[in-house]
Each structure stands twice: as structure tokens, then as C-alpha cells.
């Protein structure tokens, strides 16, 4: 059986994921029209092998496909590994530079020097006299704090039940693309979850998940611990409702 190109296996996980080009665009940042290229393994749009490889990470990690294998499958069909670069190959100077030439003081560079520490030390009095101005907009996203914060900011709040409404807590180990939507289709939720986030979602009646990659991702739903909801780069649906009242 003839071995799937790289296009067709991304295009065939992006489907199995249920991801459109734009969401996959979005989510890599990525144009839609190289994704299109990409998936018809035509690599001319990608702007050199450095890129084409870069890309074909990218893609593969978004829809749950195993990056570094790609990329060695990548490898292997397009001749080997670039050869690394030497920095003194990229830097080499043009040895007919004559120095002599320079007769005065290079001011543009000493302008820039000056203003470089002018804004340093502007920067450095406006953090330095009020750090505590710096707070999250609302997002509930727990990630680990690099400063003191506010009281209770930086514990990771559990996702407890609540009447009448499904809460689900998810935490990435490793980035994985994910599609949270309502009851009615509605997405509250589109795009890669980076490793180490905690996000949780609220909505009323019922959550739609779809994960890219469900042994990436560990789930709490109505304060209940779920764990991870399918193996490694298996694209997994779940759908969550509302905690049952306990009967009297």
C-alpha cells in the first residue's frame, strides 16, 4: 500500500478533528491558502525548507498529529534534514570594508543609545511605583504566577457544580486545539489550548467539546475529576450537562 503524503495526513486529521481551514488557519496562524497549498503537498508558497518543516509542526500539533513525527516523515520525503547552519557562513562580512573611511563619531548610534536608556528608565520608575496595576481582564485562565498578586488570583478556582448550569475545567499538559460550543451550536470557545493553561468554561443546559488531541487535555465537570478523555492524538467529542438534583 502506497505510503499517505504529507498533505493528505493533515488534511485527513484537520477532517477527523472537525476543523475548517479558517479554524486551523486561526489557531497556527498559519494562511488559509498555504494550509490549501500544504494539503495538496505543494510547498512552493512556504518560502524554503526551514518554513516548509516549521509549518508542517505547526499544522500537525493543531489537528493532534504527533509534530516531530511529521516532521521526520517530512524529512524523509524531502530528501534528509536541512544541514544546519554555520553563523559564520550567515555573518560573514565583506572583507573590502575599509575602516579607515569613518572619520567622525557615528552620532545616529549614540542618538539611539540615549533614547534607548531614556525609555529604559522611564519603564523602570512606571513598573517599579505601581506593580500591583497589573491584573487579568476577566479571563479565566490559571497559569503559574510570575509576581505577587491579588488576594486569591493566582489559585486555580475548582470547577464546582452549580444548579442548572454545566461548568467544565480544562487543563493542558500539552497544546491541543479545542471547540467549546452551547446547546444551541454557539461556540464559546475555539483554538489552541497552550500547554500549562487552565481555562474553565460556563453555559446553561449543555457544553459540546471537541479536542484535538484528548490525552493532551485533563477535564473537571461540575467539580467532578474526569481525567484525560481519550489516548494521545485521538481527536475526541464529548458533551456535558447540567449536575442532577439529588432526589430527597
Known amino acids: 500500500m502506497e ?9 485527513a486529521a484537520r477532517a477527523a478533528a472537525g476543523m475548517t481551514v479558517a479554524q486551523l488557519s486561526a489557531a497556527t496562524r498559519i494562511r488559509e491558502a498555504i494550509i490549501y497549498a500544504i494539503e495538496r503537498d505543494d510547498f512552493s508558497q512556504c518560502g524554503g525548507d526551514f518554513y516548509e518543516r516549521g509549518h508542517v509542526k505547526a499544522l500537525a500539533r493543531a489537528v493532534g498529529l504527533d509534530p516531530e513525527a511529521m516532521a521526520h516523515l517530512f524529512d524523509e520525503q524531502n530528501g534528509g534534514a536541512p544541514a544546519p547552519v554555520r553563523a559564520a557562513a550567515v555573518f560573514q ?54 509576581a505577587p498578586a491579588a488576594q486569591g488570583a493566582g489559585r486555580a478556582k475548582p470547577a464546582t457544580a452549580v444548579k442548572g448550569q454545566v461548568v467544565v475545567k480544562a487543563s493542558a499538559e500539552r497544546s491541543s486545539y479545542v471547540d467549546v460550543r ?61 449536575p442532577k438534583s439529588r432526589a430527597r
Do not use: C, H, Y
Not at 505510503?3 to 488534511?11: D, V
Not at 572619520?103 to 528608565?121: D, E, K, Q, S, Y
Not at 487535555?217 to 481519550?230: A, E, F, S
Open 3 to 11: 505510503e499517505q503524503s504529507i498533505g493528505a495526513r493533515l488534511a
Open 93 to 146: 562580512a565583506d572583507r573590502r570594508i575599509r575602516l579607515a573611511e569613518r572619520r567622525g563619531p557615528n552620532w545616529t548610534t549614540a542618538l539611539g543609545v540615549a533614547l534607548a536608556i531614556v525609555v529604559v528608565f522611564g519603564v523602570a520608575r512606571v513598573m517599579g511605583g505601581e506593580p500591583e496595576k497589573v491584573r487579568s481582564a476577566g479571563v479565566q485562565v490559571s497559569v503559574a504566577p510570575t
Open 182 to 242: 452551547d446547546a444551541e451550536g454557539r461556540r464559546i470557545f475555539a483554538g489552541t489550548l497552550a500547554a500549562g493553561k487552565t481555562v474553565t468554561w460556563r453555559a446553561k443546559k449543555r457544553i459540546n467539546l471537541l479536542l484535538g488531541d484528548g490525552g493532551a487535555v485533563t477535564l473537571q465537570v461540575n467539580g467532578k475529576d474526569l481525567g484525560r478523555p481519550g489516548a494521545n492524538g485521538e481527536a475526541v467529542r464529548r458533551s456535558f450537562g447540567p
